[in-house]
């Protein structure tokens, strides 16, 4: 699994709002968003819900990940 890189608080923001609306379908919502950024041409957006669409699933497990100090 590949950890999202977080450019500022607004994509935790986008990513918790998805979960929100979609529940457990935010990760495919996200995903989607990313595809619709690809196509139009605009691989910012692209990059960015790629992000969020990772930290959605990331936020989905249920116990720690990663290093716990």
């Given at each position: 699994?590949?950890?999202?890189?977080?450019?500022?608080?607004?994509?935790?923001?986008?990513?918790?709002?998805?979960?929100?609306?979609?529940?457990?379908a935010a990760g495919q919502?996200?995903?989607?968003?990313?595809?619709?950024?690809?196509?139009?041409?605009?691989?910012?957006?692209?990059?960015?819900?790629?992000?969020?669409?990772?930290?959605?699933v990331l936020l989905s497990?249920?116990?720690?990940?990663?290093?716990?100090?």
């Amino acid at each position: 699994m590949h950890l999202p890189y977080l450019a500022d608080r607004t994509e935790l923001t986008h990513a918790t709002d998805l979960i929100t609306v979609f529940g457990g379908a935010a990760g495919q919502e996200a995903a989607a968003r990313a595809d619709r950024s690809r196509d139009l041409g605009n691989y910012l957006h692209f990059c960015r819900w790629r992000q969020i669409e990772r930290l959605i699933v990331l936020l989905s497990f249920d116990r720690a990940f990663g290093t716990i100090h």
